[in-house]
């Protein structure tokens, strides 16, 4: 009877430690990239035309904005394999910016815009975040056709 309790004990605590570790390591696969994000804001900071920033605002202003979406985004529900409307990357995006409204970001109406800042701030500066809420297909289902 209690080698089966061990076992059960032993089980429990296994399950109970998976979710942690496996976060953890979406989290070290996945890591912060501020150069990367500065690279794709130069580059794709003008969504009009597609043509590379000539001047950047200041890197820390451009951090910091990231960062507060970021933020943002960790306060939303992981969706791992939930698939509702709601956990789609496009509406977890779009209700970013309508809880942001149309403040401008700390540099004014300078591009980049923060629809650009945000894309390029979940890619970059906080891919795990971004990669524990989108949705999953179960890996066990059949494919679609």
Same mark, same amino acid.
């Given at each position: 009877?209690?080698?089966?309790? *061990?076992?059960? =004990?032993?089980?429990?605590?296994? &399950?109970?430690?998976?979710?942690?570790? @496996?976060?953890? &390591?979406?989290?070290?696969?996945?890591?912060?990239?501020?150069?990367? +994000?500065?690279?794709?804001?130069?580059? +794709?900071?003008? *969504?009009?035309?597609?043509?590379?920033?000539?001047?950047?605002?200041?890197?820390?202003?451009?951090? @910091? %904005?990231?960062?507060?979406? =970021?933020?943002?985004?960790? %306060?939303?529900?992981?969706?791992?394999?939930?698939?509702? @409307?709601?956990?789609?990357?496009?509406?977890?995006? %779009? *209700?970013?910016?309508? %809880?942001?409204?149309?403040?401008?970001?700390?540099?004014?109406?300078?591009?980049?815009?923060?629809?650009?800042?945000?894309?390029?701030?979940?890619?970059?500066? =906080?891919?795990?975040? *971004?990669?524990?809420?989108?949705?999953?297909?179960?890996?066990?289902?059949?494919?679609?056709?």
């Amino acid at each position: 009877m209690r080698k089966r309790l *061990r076992i059960v =004990c032993g089980l429990a605590l296994a &399950g109970v430690l998976a979710l942690p570790v @496996a976060v953890l &390591g979406v989290h070290v696969a996945h890591p912060r990239d501020e150069d990367g +994000y500065l690279a794709h804001l130069k580059q +794709y900071g003008d *969504r009009q035309t597609d043509q590379p920033l000539r001047v950047l605002p200041p890197t820390a202003d451009l951090v @910091a %904005e990231g960062d507060a979406a =970021c933020d943002w985004l960790r %306060e939303q529900p992981y969706a791992l394999w939930r698939h509702d @409307a709601r956990y789609g990357e496009l509406a977890v995006y %779009e *209700r970013y910016l309508d %809880e942001v409204g149309d403040r401008p970001p700390t540099w004014g109406a300078a591009l980049p815009d923060l629809r650009s800042v945000t894309g390029g701030a979940w890619t970059y500066l =906080c891919p795990a975040d *971004r990669e524990l809420r989108e949705p999953r297909r179960n890996p066990f289902a059949p494919k679609p056709d």
